[in-house]
């Protein structure tokens, strides 16, 4: 390790297992799922792209998601996958706080599209004879770059804030990846304002960005109750279930990678969190999707 008497500028991360006989394995899973988490979500931003019947708010939304957890996935696994090959597992400071930014920017705009893309389910089921008026292509661009946006803003003072810490420990990140708790955990600094940020952000900003997520779907859901028809009430339902079915996952997900104690536990979470999530968000809408399915059928 290079250090001098008060700064540890390389990282250990704990990495996803010490057992030397199980990093080529694990190396040749991860590889399988980060290359099949690219197909994926490459292939339903080219479909979105090509097909004509797909170019819809919904589907510029969708396409956007894929784009956010394609850069999130490359963010975490690659780096994961060249500790488990070269099984060496170390990082420079100016690395994991980088990747740290890039890591939380893409999250937090996922969380904030997430919640555009719930106003889009509320608009297409509540007003659906305003559709094309509201969500036309200048309000989508504007709300998917709000998202962004976001991100931008909720990632930088918890950057900054970083930059501020200094490290004299050997101890490592308990993770394969770098991210906030586990770097405040082995800092020598006082992290008393990076904890009071991190809470203020997660209140004010969380919790209004979970809000604006689920607060649609109680209009949502007393306007499908009022539906004549079982069978409109069964299509509203099903054009919801997988925008649901993934902020389920995304939220359940990060609460337990965040707010677990437990370092084996936290550890599993994150690489459903980090590694899964980007490859289950895609398989969720194309499976449960009429459109995606005849346009793939179309076009391969």
């Not at 106003?119 to 292509?137: E, G, K």
């Amino acid at each position: 390790m290079i250090t001098n008497e008060t700064e540890l500028y390389i990282l250990v991360l704990s990495g996803l297992s010490d057992v030397p006989s199980l990093q080529l394995p694990l190396f040749l899973v991860f590889l399988l799922v980060y290359l099949m988490t690219l197909t994926v979500n490459l292939l339903i931003v080219l479909l979105i792209c090509t097909d004509s019947h797909l170019q819809t708010p919904m589907y510029f939304f969708l396409g956007t998601l894929a784009c956010l957890d394609m850069s999130c996935s490359s963010v975490t696994t690659p780096r994961m996958l060249f500790d488990l090959y070269a099984q060496r597992r170390l990082i420079s400071i100016q690395a994991c706080i980088t990747q740290i930014y890039f890591f939380f920017f893409l999250i937090t705009s996922e969380t904030a599209l997430l919640s555009v893309m719930s106003y889009d389910r509320y608009v297409a089921i509540c007003r659906p004879l305003h559709y094309t008026q509201i969500m036309h292509w200048k309000t989508c661009v504007l709300l998917a770059s709000g998202a962004l946006t976001f991100g931008l803003i909720h990632t930088l003072p918890h950057t900054l804030f970083l930059l501020n810490l200094t490290f004299c420990s050997s101890k490592p990140l308990q993770s394969f990846f770098c991210d906030i708790p586990q770097l405040l955990q082995v800092s020598c600094s006082d992290t008393f304002f990076n904890l009071l940020l991190i809470h203020f952000c997660g209140i004010l900003f969380g919790g209004g960005v979970l809000a604006l997520t689920f607060s649609p779907y109680i209009i949502i859901l007393n306007t499908i109750m009022k539906m004549p028809s079982k069978g409109m009430r069964s299509k509203a339902f099903y054009t919801c279930s997988s925008h649901l079915t993934v902020v389920f996952i995304f939220y359940g997900t990060s609460f337990f990678n965040y707010f677990n104690q437990n370092a084996k536990d936290s550890r599993a979470a994150s690489v459903f969190f980090a590694v899964l999530n980007p490859l289950l968000n895609p398989l969720i809408y194309s499976l449960r999707n009429q459109d995606l399915k005849k346009s793939l059928k179309e076009n391969c």
